[in-house]
């Protein structure tokens, strides 16, 4: 797959409104998919926010791996100016503290008596509207299990001192990691057209088979695990009844099925990515740099 180029006029129009308005932001509430933290936090938040401070919720935390949000929940947590919490939209006692939470991270604003304006931000499809209805009590944003439901900014009043904006999804102009691209895809936050359903299924197949074999096993009743992604697609379309005349497996509906049982917590809770997975991504993207700069020096003399 190569690098993803998706940036629909709305969310450049979505981009240049929250710039507009930052300056009447006390706190950023980012919401991440707790299942892939990195890949779902967004760059251009942290150039839009302007050293605002951050409140980054990991959400869908049934979804993921506990061991891993621990890991993930440490290293946001040691950075500055960032909270970070995992919870999930059924943690309605969490939800409530979150308004606590963003006034201590303005505590200046706060002993003020004056509400705190907090912007609710998010790529596509991380539960940014289900999280605001839950903070409101009742229902304000459409929902929906697709990216892109939201698309204006709007401006809600939380009683409790805080004053809420939510914003539209957006994703930055070009996703250059592609495993994260890919991660995005199989998560939903990427529309299923953007990038062909059968590399993404075939992407989600082999990392399964690589960290949660077992459960892809126990799942789809395979005895023994294919050597390939397209093999494992196939076996799961034998096992579901995905059958063509003749005994062809339709590939394309395996792969709406092993994505969108992932999708659903079908096959337990996973994590996508670690800590320690992204912090040798920017090593290695370091290095590069170094090297490719040095080349570019020594072409010069």
């Known amino acids: 797959m190569s690098r993803i180029n998706w940036f629909p006029g709305h969310m450049h129009k979505a981009r240049k409104e929250i710039a507009e308005v930052m300056d009447e932001v ?48 440490a290293y946001f947590n040691d950075q500055e100016g960032i909270k970070a919490i995992s919870l999930d939209q059924g943690d309605h006692a969490l939800i409530k503290r979150i308004s606590s939470l963003c006034k201590s991270l303005v505590p200046a604003r706060a ?10 931000m998010g790529i596509p499809n991380v539960g940014k509207s289900t999280l605001l209805n839950a903070m409101m009590g009742r229902k304000l944003a459409k929902v929906g299990n697709e990216p892109a439901i939201t698309r204006h900014q709007k401006r809600y009043t939380v009683q ?14 070009k996703i250059e ?12 936050a990427i529309k299923d057209t953007a990038i062909e359903h059968e590399l993404v299924a075939a992407f989600a197949a082999e990392f399964m088979a690589n960290h949660y074999a077992g459960r892809l096993m126990g799942r789809y009743k395979i005895t023994d695990l294919p050597d390939t992604a397209d093999q494992i697609l196939d076996e799961i379309g034998r096992k579901r009844g995905c059958l063509r005349p003749g005994g062809v497996v339709d590939r394309h509906k395996a792969s709406e099925i092993l994505i969108n049982e992932m999708r659903g917590g079908k096959l337990g809770r996973i994590s996508f990515e670690t800590p320690a997975e992204w912090q040798e991504k920017e090593e290695a993207a370091r290095l590069a740099a170094l090297e490719a700069a040095e080349e570019n020096t020594e072409g010069k003399l």
């Open 26 to 73: 006390d706190v950023v509430i980012e919401v991440l998919d707790a299942r892939l933290p990195r890949s779902s936090e967004n760059p251009l938040v942290e150039t839009l926010r302007k050293g605002k401070p951050v409140l980054k919720l990991l959400n869908k935390q049934d979804l993921a791996d506990p061991m891993v949000t621990d890991d993930w929940l």
């Open 111 to 120: 002993k003020a008596d004056r509400p705190v304006r907090a912007m609710i």
């Open 160 to 173: 409790d001192g805080m004053a809420l904006s939510d914003t539209p999804g957006i994703l930055w102009p």
């Open 177 to 188: 990691d592609i495993d994260s691209g890919y991660l995005l895809a199989v998560s939903g």
